[in-house]
């Protein structure tokens, strides 16, 4: 069974999900401006600077980028996981333990996020990569 032993190729899964699902996330931001508002005005109540907001396109655009072509996947985790843990304590914090109704965590997309970002900075990018690393 050993086709089924390539770690490289799974890390190339891996950095397509994460970063093909999340890009999808800036896109949908950079057409919606109001968007950018409102993070600015979620910033802005725990006492942060509201350009900090742009930095979600860092977050939802260039790091899934980085991650999908494997060019410094390890900092456009790093980016990603950073942006998942603002969008949790901004405007997820209220559904931490919360269910949905068919008994699934409210944050399951914010979770894959998260952890499936926090693999690949440890892990790195594998073979199939721009910049291996």
Not at 21 to 28: E, F, K, N, Q, R
Not at 43 to 56: C, I, N, W
Not at 90 to 118: K, N, P, T
Request: proline share 3%; charged share 10%.
């Amino acid at each position: 069974m050993g086709i089924f032993h390539n770690t490289s190729l799974g890390l190339f899964l891996l950095r397509l999900g994460l970063g093909g699902m999340m890009i999808l996330h800036g896109i949908h931001k950079l057409g919606n401006p109001g968007s950018i508002q409102f993070i600015g005005g979620k910033l802005a109540s725990l006492g942060l600077p509201e350009f900090m907001a742009y930095g979600v396109f860092v977050g939802e655009v260039i790091a899934p980028l980085m991650i999908v072509a494997g060019f410094y996947s390890r900092l456009g985790s790093l980016l990603v996981a950073i942006n998942m843990v603002f969008a949790l304590v901004l405007v997820h914090s209220h559904q931490l333990m919360l269910l949905d109704s068919r008994g699934g965590w409210q944050l399951e997309l914010q979770g894959f996020f998260l952890i499936s970002a926090l693999a690949l900075l440890f892990t790195g990018s594998g073979r199939f990569a721009i910049k291996p690393d």
